[in-house]
């Protein structure tokens, strides 16, 4: 096979041309096919387990690795280039998967998002669906072939659930039993994502300055999104509006992190 030196060029001009074996020609276009991943993991033992895994897929590059959500937040902000896939454990200090999964579908609701985790239930998956979550897997269950599966079929926006790890019939009945639960509509089409963003990120980080650094936005503007959801929800303080928020299901607290805590 031969290329010009002009081949990426508007104009293809043969003016010198190089013999370039197959392989060079599969290795470009793996490079600029690649898909970037961010693998975030609170057991640096897994991390290492888990990146040598996706080391082994050609098509694939770790664009980088985090322990907990709070750190994958904060190194997605420093980095220019966007990721394509996130994979991510559920239970993890600081910010957890679900908190994790939660404020992205909020700031960035197209990146997809794979939970990998020993400890999801099927209602689990349900509510991580809710919040646009695509991919399930397993730790003890996943394998090369599967993980290759799942990124493949979330990468165009599909679902991918670990038929061995997981029961596809008692999902899709938790997402039924899910979809039934009440909440207050006309409050909740009233609420923009930037509103329902500050809210996740109130009960997940908790603290105001942190938040503001999180949104990109000014204390005034975060006091702002307070005041004005108070007004909204008639409620008279943080408290009552964090309470209302997790009735009607407009945050995610990952159960399991709560339990191990208390």
């Not at 010009?4 to 599969?26: A, G, R």
């Not at 694939?60 to 190194?75: E, H, P, R, S, Y």
């Not at 959801?229 to 309470?243: C, F, G």
């Amino acid at each position: 096979i031969r290329i010009s030196t002009q081949f990426f060029k508007k104009k293809y001009l043969p003016i010198k041309l190089y013999p370039v074996s197959f392989n060079f020609i599969q290795n470009v276009f793996i490079m600029s096919s690649a898909l970037n991943l961010v693998l975030v993991d609170a057991k640096p033992a897994y991390l290492v387990k888990l990146q040598q895994m996706v080391n082994t897929i050609p098509y694939l590059n770790i664009l980088f690795t985090a322990n907990n959500g709070v750190d994958c937040l904060q190194k997605l902000q420093q980095v220019k280039t966007e990721p394509d896939v996130i994979i991510t454990d559920l239970l993890m200090p600081e910010m957890d998967g679900m908190g994790l999964a939660a404020i992205l579908h909020y700031a960035r609701p197209a990146l997809p998002i794979i939970v990998l985790s020993d400890l999801l239930s099927e209602f689990e998956i349900a509510e991580l669906m809710d919040i646009g979550v695509k991919g399930f897997l397993s730790k003890k269950k996943l394998s090369h072939a599967i993980l290759d599966q799942a990124i493949d079929a979330v990468s165009y926006r599909k679902v991918f659930i670990d038929k061995t790890a997981f029961d596809i019939a008692q999902v899709h009945k938790a997402v039924d039993h899910f979809n039934k639960l009440p909440y207050e509509k006309n409050i909740t089409q009233q609420l923009t994502k930037k509103e329902l963003l500050y809210l996740q990120l109130l009960v997940t980080i908790q603290d105001e300055q942190e938040i503001a650094k999180c949104m990109h936005i000014s204390m005034k503007t975060v006091q702002y999104y307070a005041n004005n959801l108070r007004k909204k929800t008639d409620t008279s303080s943080k408290s009552a509006l964090v309470l209302l928020a997790i009735k009607n299901r407009w945050v995610k607290i990952y159960k399991g992190y709560v339990s191990s805590h208390q």
